[in-house]
């Protein structure tokens, strides 16, 4: 049987990945002391990897696709090809942002100010590239982690990942510029993108993704509404799409399906409700397919 070797980010964003391949349909179990996870889907094998090094495997061909971070694509400069965008982090669904920050009261105000000043980051060969854009030589040193704690004594300033800026915040440290913004990415080998079983099979696995993606956070809504009171329901209604509407049984009924935003569900019901809706259902969506 044909395989997919399939890299699942471990560390920081390996809940996050397992839970949206669950809303994808896919049920992946990691064991305690095992890199290999287990999926319900012959056709995949699974392999746990950091997302730092993902790229560099995925371009290898050790693995034919992978999740990483778009950040860790570009610190690699790994010639692979990027799939899907799949706007997903460690906490949020959204980016996440390569940040220079510096402690609160240093004298450094911009990129421009590091000139032979010590900068501590994991994005060791992206901030090389961002300061030279501004014509700095400055000493980037590798950091193994805890990046905050090490302005001022250890470094001058440093460039770390954010979703939210309250650690560094914590740390007293302040934003002075963003080097990059980052997502995950589910990218692919290019040998493996040029074999017609592979990149049919990514291609649906692409797909299942984003569905789960659009998904999130929407709800489906059914209800029931006489012909008279039709276009007052349809203007109370946000829609993705165009609702369904379904002739009932009962002569001058329709069922108007739709799907919306489900922080919206608590103010738009009682307007439907006012304007002639009944029998209103509201319901989970696992994936929205276009």
Known sequence: MKKLRLGIPK?????ATIELFQRAGFDIKVGSRS???????EEIECVLIRAQEMARYVEDGVLDAGLTGHDWVIEN???????ANLVYAKQSFGKVRWV???PENSSIQGPKDLQGKVVATELVKATERYLARFGVS?????????TEVKPPLLADAIVEVTETGSSLRAN????IDTVLESNTVLIANQAAWGDAWKKEKLSNVKMLLEGAMLAHGRVGLML???KD???AVLDALPALKRPTISELSESGWVAVNTILEEKLVRVIIPKLKQAGAQGIVEYPLNKIVM
């Open 100 to 102: 220079l920050a510096v």
């Open 11 to 15: 560390g920081s964003l390996q809940d």
């Open 138 to 146: 400055a000493k980037v040193e590798f950091s193994w982690g805890a």
């Open 224 to 226: 029931n509404v006489h």
């Open 77 to 83: 400069e790994a010639n692979v090809v990027e799939v």
């Open 172 to 175: 007293n440290l302040k934003i």
């Open 229 to 231: 009171s039709l276009r």
């Open 35 to 41: 890199y290999y996870p287990t999926v319900d889907d």
